[in-house]
Structure formats: C-alpha cells, structure tokens
C-alpha cells in the first residue's frame, strides 16, 4: 500500500512531485484515504502549493491534529485534512516530529483558519508553531502543567488524588 | 486589565466628538444567557461599538479525547453523545462512521437508510433549538415556546426508537443498538404532516417582522473567499453563497441516493443563515420522506462481523461461538488494524469529522473530533470587530455554537 519515491498513484500526488521533488517523503493510502508525508521542512509551502496550484485547490483546512506514538520516534504525528471544494477532492498532510524538538511552522499564513487548531494542539501536546500569531493554550487554564494529550499524562492527572497518584502514574506505561 | 491566559488588553485613548476618551473593556459572559453555555467573551468598546474581540474558551472541557484513548471503541460511543448535546444522533453517526472505516466493514442498506431518517431528525430538532433561543435573544419570546413544542414531538420520536430522549447511543459500530420498534412509520408519518405548517408558523412570525429584520440583516457579513479561509463550514459558509455540504460533496450513509437541494443565499449576514437554517430543515422534511420509503420493513439492522459487532440474544442462546464473541466484545473489545481514518458527516452546525488512529490494540490510540462549533467560532471576532455590541448577540446566534461541541 506504501509507495516512496517509485510509482505516483494518484493525480495530486503527482502534480507536487512535479512542483518540487523533494515534497513527498511518502504516499500512504489506506481505506480511500491519501495520506503525504512531507518534511518539515517544506511544509509551509506545500502548504501553500496545494492551496493555490490550479489542478489542487485544497482551499479548506478542515482539520488538524496531532497523534502521539511515545514511546516511538519520531514520536509526533500531525496530520492536516485538506478539502478542495472545488474538486470535492481530499488530502491529508502528515509531518513527523522528534519528541525532542517539537517545533513546526504555522500554517496560518496559509489557511487563518489554522489558528486555533494550532493552538489546541499546542495546549494538548506542546508542539510549537513557529510564526503563529498568538501561541496561547485555549481550552485549559494559563496555569496548567503538562500536555494532557500526551501519552506520558496519565488519564486521571496529576492534581486532586495527591499521594495516590503516584502510585497510579507508576504503575502505567 | 489583564486576565490570566490573554494577550495584553488594555485600556486606549481614543478620540470621539465630544474629545479623547478611554476605552471601556467589557466582560461578557461565562454566564451571559445568550452565549448559549459557558462562552466568555472580552470586548474591548469604543461606546457601543466593538473594538476588539478575545473569545475565552474552555469552562465545558471535559476531556472527552483523553477519555476515548482509555475505552475501548464501543465504549467510547456514549461519550460522543455528550460532545455536541442537540446533535448526538449525529456524533454517534460520525465516530461510527470512522470506526467502520478504520475496520473496514459495511452497513447494510436498511440500516444506513434508518440512520439517514434519525440524524435529520435530528438535524431538524437542533435547529429548532437554535431558532427558539436565537429568537428569545432578539427579543422574539413566542417562538421559543412554539419550536420547543415541535422539538419535544422529535425527542418523543427518539424515545420511543432508542429509549432515550438525548443521549441516544442509537448508532452503534456496525449498524444500530435496536431495531425499529413497531408503529415508528406512524410516528414519523404523523411528524411529518404536522412540521411543514408549523415551519410556516414560525416564518409568519420571524421573517417578515421588522424588528427581526432590523436585528439581523445586513450584520455580521463574511464573505466566501473569508469564511472558507477561516474553515467555516455548514449554514454559515452556505449563507455565504458557497453550496459546500458533506452529505453531497462526499456522501456518506447512501446520501447520493437521496433528492435534496443545498440551500444557499448570497447576503451573507446573520439574516441569510436564518433563511439557510429555515429552508434546510424543509429539506430534512424531504430526506426524512424518502427514508421512510426507502427503509425496507424487514432486513438486519447490523452487518454481520463476528468479534465486532455483538450477536443478537436468539443466536447468543444457540450458538456456542456467539456466546464467546459477546463475552470478548464486551470484556476486552476489538483490535481494528493499525491505520488512520478521517470520516465526516455535515452535522446541523457543519462538517463534523472523526479522526481515529489505532495501533492495533483494542483501544484508540488517538480519537479527535474536529468539531464544528470550535472552528466556526474561531470567526467571531472578525465577525463583530466594527459592529454595535448588541450585534455580537445577533452573531454568536446565526453562528449556532454549542459549547459542549466547542469544549469537548
């Protein structure tokens, strides 16, 4: 199901591989779905190359979100949905991330609608969006510790069970 | 002032006609009545007029994500109802979409056909929540009392299929918890006699007054080219002009094989989504008519998967690997194959997606729920910067915003 670097299985595919050839790492397709994998390097303008180039017009940033595969590396996942309205056409954008150094570029030059997916993710997993204009967490308070959607937080969290907790956290992966 | 948690919002000096003044920074809501939940809202006013709009979120954040990554996938289900309260017909309907997908399995027709009729329905009762309180916010008290009595005849309808009023969990992975229970053609038939006249009560009383009108036209514009750049979706992005829904661009549940219209006006403004809203729960009327019809009276309402789907109590009585089957689901659950599925389903308020990714353990590994409330609101400030303050109401209204979907 995997293809890197050989055959190009679908049209948008190909049409980035023309546009630069370095922007695919990976094509997965998986149950209908196509999935690229880009670096990250060049995410923001593939980004910005399946919002403009005319055969793509992927115009709207449906979804973002970000998988976490501890203890795995790269441990991050973060997958942008991308809907062309025009074509009634999809995509999903995947950057891997270290769980050392997790620092992307924001899309919200791109889609302005990417501003608080971002930050949710930023407030759920810690990842940083270079370029955001207002990387602030949006659904916990200021003050909170951690990155609740991380594997490494336990579900029941560190506050209100003191001197339990701890011997629930140990005992999880 | 500066509250924890936003950028640096202070007072300025501007200059008005009767010379420099300050800036006034009003806080609105968590429990403002027409924020419609826990929504708070900063505005920084220049008079009457909006400035600057930080919307404050989170008061509803239950975790439902982290939750699902600790259930198993059947489990998770009952969660879902409980995101976007006046639409768990629908939640169920897109969790279970992406279950399936991710696992690979098909519905039969009957099925598919039933849970079309239940989440227009459903999409019909929620926006009769939405035009009861957003009237009550204009002033208009009646009309609230008048879609709340259609709405109870809906959740009427609900109880009497799935036992339940709102918290469903009628869909389930694979097809639906019960089978339709005797008489539910009457029911819905009956329903259906009775709304298109009671639709046309409500417009008699909203869409010619003049107050409605004054309230709501010409306020809170967004155009096309800025609603989907901010990815709005649903009646807000349709009012807009752009006659983008999920049931049509990438039909789900056998959608293509119903005759509906998508709605759309040009005008943009709080006054066009009303119209949109209107005019879309007629065509629920339609869709609902032609499910009726197309529902055969006999057939399986759940695909046979054996380990996925739970036997019935006949077979479980008979049947030795039946038995275990049911024991396995319900004590240790499924593994779906590693993978990601994304579905989505145009929900009342617009796209409603699920994002699942499974390692192949009977848990998920990541459950999101791109949800339609959270994103659209993500306009509002751009919606009211400029406008009166009595204008953020009419907004946060036509934007339709439940904050359970935007918290999760």
């Known amino acids: 199901m995997t293809d890197?670097?050989?055959?190009?299985?679908?049209?948008?595919?190909?049409?980035?591989?023309?546009?630069?050839?370095?922007?695919i790492e990976e094509v997965i397709e998986y149950r209908?779905?196509?999935?690229?994998?880009v670096p990250r390097k060049v995410?923001?303008?593939?980004?910005?190359?399946?919002?403009?180039?005319?055969?793509?017009?992927?115009?709207?940033?449906?979804?973002?979100?970000?998988?976490?595969?501890?203890?795995?590396?790269?441990?991050?996942?973060?997958?942008?949905?991308?809907v062309s309205i025009p074509n009634k056409k999809k995509l999903r954008i995947r950057v891997k991330l270290q769980g050392s150094d997790p620092v992307i570029d924001s899309l919200v030059p791109v889609w302005p609608g990417a501003n608080w997916l971002e930050r949710e993710i930023f407030d759920m997993f810690g990842i940083q969006f270079t370029g955001h204009p207002d990387l602030r967490r949006i659904l916990l308070p200021d003050d909170w510790e951690g990155y609740p959607l991380r594997k490494d937080f336990p579900v029941e969290g560190y506050r209100d069970i003191p001197a339990i907790a701890t011997r629930y956290t140990r005992s999880r992966p | 002032m500066s509250a924890i948690g936003l950028p640096p919002f202070g007072q300025e000096t501007v200059e008005t006609a009767i010379g420099p003044t300050k800036t006034m920074v009003l806080n609105m809501g968590p429990q403002h009545p027409s924020t419609h939940g826990v929504l708070r809202i900063l505005l920084e006013l220049d008079g009457e007029t909006v400035l600057k709009a930080v919307p404050d979120l989170g008061y509803l954040h239950t975790g439902i994500e982290k939750s699902c990554e600790d259930k198993t996938y059947s489990q998770a289900i009952t969660l879902t109802d409980r995101m976007d309260y006046l639409n768990p017909l629908g939640n169920n309907l897109a969790y279970c979409l992406a279950v399936e997908k991710l696992l690979g399995i098909e519905v039969p027709k009957r099925a598919q056909y039933f849970r079309v009729l239940m989440v227009e329905l459903q999409r019909i009762s929620s926006h009769l929540v939405w035009l009861g309180t957003h009237a009550i916010d204009m002033g208009a008290m009646s009309v609230f009392l008048y879609c709340f009595r259609?709405?109870?005849e809906i959740l009427k309808i609900f109880e009497f299929v799935a036992g339940q009023r709102m918290m469903t969990s009628y869909i389930r992975i694979g097809g639906l918890a019960l089978e339709p229970p005797t008489g539910w053609v009457e029911r819905v038939e009956k329903f259906l006699k009775m709304m298109p006249g009671r639709i046309d009560e409500y417009e008699s009383l909203l869409t010619g007054n003049r107050i409605w009108q004054g309230r709501l036209k010409g306020v809170g514009v967004m155009s096309a080219e800025d609603a989907v750049a901010y990815s709005m979706?649903?009646?807000?992005?349709?009012?807009?002009g752009l006659a983008h829904d999920v049931r049509k661009a990438f039909p789900y549940s056998s959608y293509e094989e119903f005759q509906f219209d998508v709605p759309t006006r040009t005008e943009a403004d709080c006054f066009a989504?009303?119209?949109v809203r209107v005019a879309e729960m007629r065509e629920s009327l339609k869709i609902v008519r032609q499910a009726i019809d197309k529902t055969p009276s006999e057939g399986p309402v759940r695909t046979d998967a054996p380990g996925i789907v739970p036997p019935g109590r006949e077979k479980m009585k008979t049947e030795m690997e039946a038995l275990i089957y049911h024991f396995k689901i319900f004590t240790e659950g499924f593994a779906p194959p590693p993978g990601e599925a994304y579905a989505s389903i145009e929900s009342p308020r617009g796209e409603l997606g699920c994002f699942i990714a499974s390692d192949g353990s009977p848990k998920p590994l990541r459950c999101h729920f791109r949800s339609p409330s959270f994103i659209n609101l993500q306009a509002l400030p751009k919606l009211?910067?400029?406008?009166?303050?009595?204008?953020?109401?009419?907004?946060?209204g036509t934007i339709d915003i439940v904050l359970g979907d935007v918290d999760r």
């Open chain 1, 32 to 37: 209908g779905d196509t999935t690229i994998v």
């Open chain 1, 43 to 82: 995410l923001r303008d593939v980004a910005g190359q399946c919002r403009d180039i005319e055969e793509l017009r992927f115009n709207l940033l449906t979804d973002a979100t970000c998988i976490d595969r501890y203890p795995l590396e790269p441990r991050f996942e973060l997958n942008y949905q991308l």
């Open chain 1, 4 to 23: 890197s670097g050989g055959q190009p299985t679908n049209a948008v595919v190909a049409r980035l591989r023309a546009w630069s050839t370095n922007a």
């Open chain 2, 384 to 396: 009211v910067t400029g406008q009166l303050i009595s204008d953020v109401i009419a907004c946060i």
């Open chain 2, 233 to 240: 979706t649903g009646p807000t992005l349709r009012a807009a």
């Open chain 2, 273 to 275: 989504r009303y119209l």
């Open chain 2, 150 to 152: 259609e709405r109870e």
